[in-house]
């Protein structure tokens, strides 16, 4: 059965969108979905199912969107998926909390990155549904602009990381 990593859009994120984790495994698993695991509280699940990819994201965009009122976005990916991310991650130089990928629902336009300002140094890569950000400071206290981050979601290296690990081990029967 394929693994699946869901990231939600703004859950848990400045007091909006408040879903513990806990509830969100059991919407899971009420939709079928087989060894169910969360990470952090920003929004992360992982599980297996034998339904497409469309059947999983509208299956669980609609039980979000009924148990919170409005759909936070669902973005999915396959370990091998999360591998890539990870493995075509720019800026070696950049420490992993600092360096912020945002995950997309379908690659940007080609000039997305005309529309970029970039006060504080901020150093920014796109690759197919991924937008990678270096943030020097910290994302914080950044002034960066980019329109095209707007419809995705980020979490930071260290995090996905930590979820290709997870959805390795859950594919190889080891979680």
Known sequence: MPVYVALL???NVGGTGTL?????????????????????????????????EAEVQAGLESALAERMGKAPGVLLRSRRELDAVVSQ??????????????????PTAADALDKLV????????????????????GSG????K??????GTARNLNTVRK?????????????
């Open 9 to 11: 859009r703004a859950v």
């Open 20 to 52: 513990p984790m806990a509830e969100l495994k059991a919407i899971c698993e009420r939709l079928g979905f087989a060894d169910v695991k969360t990470y952090i509280q920003s929004g992360n699940v992982l599980f297996r199912s034998e339904l497409s």
């Open 89 to 106: 991650a720019p800026f070696p130089h950049a420490k992993p909390n600092l360096l912020l990928v945002t995950f997309l629902p379908e």
């Open 118 to 137: 970039a006060p504080g140094g901020e150093e920014v890569q796109i690759h197919g549904r991924e937008i990678y950000v270096h943030y020097p400071n």
């Open 141 to 144: 206290r950044s002034k960066l």
């Open 146 to 151: 980019l329109p095209a981050l707007k419809p």
């Open 163 to 175: 979820l290709a690990e997870m959805a390795a081990a859950m594919e190889e029967g080891q979680a």
